[in-house]
């Protein structure tokens, strides 16, 4: 858990529902592997419901509006691959959750290297049940378009107990460089030595341009462990660096947002109408960013990277977010 300093006005939209985490991507590929399992031809889709934990009973909260962040592992602007098959990964996928009792965002990171259940598509596209493999590979049947972000949108659904999301936004690598660079660069501290994959992010304080965001958000081979949740560690540090250089730009001049997301537009899908965009604006403009939470657990290393929750603190990650007692 860490939590972050408050950010208000209309950096919070901005920077965490346009910006934060198709910033934070996690792009690497070592190896990626998924175990077929033969169903009903349909997959589940868990509907959110009352719970009860030690006598309490729990239930879904009415209060929130919850919008899921899918970072792509792909440059170019998004197009249909023409298929039920794409292949891209769902390398960031974070839930942004707008609590409007509390005025404050909570972001859920979820590793995408998770191993979970998650729908199929047949060549037909119809279902042909599920496939349990890293969460990754939830966008990678269907088109690539609205189809597949529905397919994690029903896997995260289904791993959190059913909860509801209400909107989705998928975004490509090429805003990464857009966004970075349209702040002016984002000071970060680096602690990883990346001499061997990219010689100028040198240890120490420094300022990212261009390439170089994407190289210390993404890569994790060749630096340290190479584990998942080493680099999210590196991309929370990049998230409090954006929001800074986001700030003293947008007081040097409010316009920049507007052209920045004018830039980035073509790399980006949603299901989230443009009017509405601008009421969630409006309702959300004042509160406060509060935690950056990932669901614990234990990484392991087979033919690819798996990561296993811990189910009991998913259990009460899931009911602290979601749920309130009756």
Do not use: W
């Amino acid at each position: 858990m860490n939590k972050q300093k408050p950010v208000k006005g209309i950096a919070i939209f901005c920077v965490v529902l346009v910006l934060v985490l198709v910033i934070v991507y996690s792009g690497l590929r070592i190896l990626e592997s998924t175990v077929f399992n033969s169903s009903d031809g349909s997959s589940q889709n868990n509907t959110s419901k009352t719970i009860t934990r030690d006598g309490i009973d729990y239930f879904p909260r009415q209060d929130i509006t919850v919008l899921m962040l899918i970072g792509i592992d792909r440059y170019g602007q998004l197009e249909s691959s023409g298929f039920y098959r794409n292949d891209s990964s769902a390398d960031v996928v974070a839930l942004l959750i707008f609590d409007e009792k509390s005025e404050q965002c909570n972001v859920l990171y979820l590793n995408r290297d998770t191993m979970l259940e998650m729908p199929a598509l047949g060549i037909t596209g119809r279902r042909a049940g599920t496939y349990y493999g890293q969460l990754a590979l939830s966008y990678s049947y269907g088109s690539g378009l609205e189809d597949s972000a529905e397919l994690t949108r029903e896997t995260v659904s289904n791993f959190l107990y059913g909860i509801n999301i209400d909107y989705y936004a998928v975004m490509t690598m090429d805003a990464i460089t857009i966004l970075n660079d349209a702040v002016g660069g984002v000071k970060v501290n680096v602690t990883d030595d990346f001499s061997e994959v990219d010689p100028t992010i040198t240890m120490g304080e420094i300022t990212l341009q261009g390439e170089q965001a994407i190289n210390f958000v993404r890569l994790r081979r060749g630096l340290g462990d190479q584990l998942n949740i080493s680099r999210i560690e590196r991309q929370k540090e990049y998230i409090k660096g954006f929001v800074e250089a986001f700030r003293a730009k947008k007081e040097e001049s409010s316009s920049f947002v507007l052209s920045a997301h004018s830039e980035v537009s073509p790399y980006v899908l949603s299901d989230c109408p443009v009017n509405t965009i601008s009421v969630l604006m409006d309702r959300f403009a004042d509160y406060e960013l509060a935690e950056i939470v990932s669901p614990e657990g234990e990484s392991v290393l087979t033919d690819f990277y798996e990561f296993h929750v811990d189910e009991e603190k998913l259990d009460e990650l899931i009911l602290r977010l979601f749920y309130a007692p009756k």
